[in-house]
């Protein structure tokens, strides 16, 4: 079945840095776009990067832009996230999602058709 399972969220100071992992199975991981999500307690889930099929040129929100870089492996099936400077608002449980074809945007949860379950980053002031 799909499977989608992050890891290396934790706790760090602000300033600070952590790579997160997504390990994908279950489909053809070559034949998705990729990206990874975030939803603080009493918010919206919001994307935060995303990056096509064949790696090419990635999308960032404007608060996370020159901070965050996404990466794919795709002989590992892997997505992975860099987070460096990190700030107290990027405090948030973060999802890998992976998305079908798709024209509207990327980083819209409407163009992601399944989720991992999360992993929690902590940044403290």
């Known amino acids: 079945q799909v499977q989608l399972v992050e890891s290396g969220g934790g706790s760090v100071p602000a300033g600070g840095s952590l790579t997160l992992s997504c390990v994908a199975s279950?489909?053809?991981?070559?034949?998705?776009?990729m990206a990874w999500f975030r939803q603080a307690p009493g918010k919206q889930r919001e994307g935060v990067a995303a990056?096509?099929?064949?790696?090419?040129?990635?999308t960032y929100s404007d608060s996370v832009k020159g901070r965050f870089t996404i990466s794919r492996d795709n002989v590992k099936r892997s997505l992975y996230l860099q987070m460096n400077n990190l700030k107290p608002e990027d405090t948030a449980v973060y999802y890998c999602a992976r998305g079908p074809p798709y024209s509207g945007d990327w980083l819209a949860t409407t163009g992601y058709d399944f989720w991992g379950q999360g992993t929690q980053v902590n940044v403290s002031s």
């Open positions: 990056l096509p099929t064949g790696g090419g040129t990635p």
């Open positions: 279950g489909f053809t991981y070559t034949s998705y776009r």
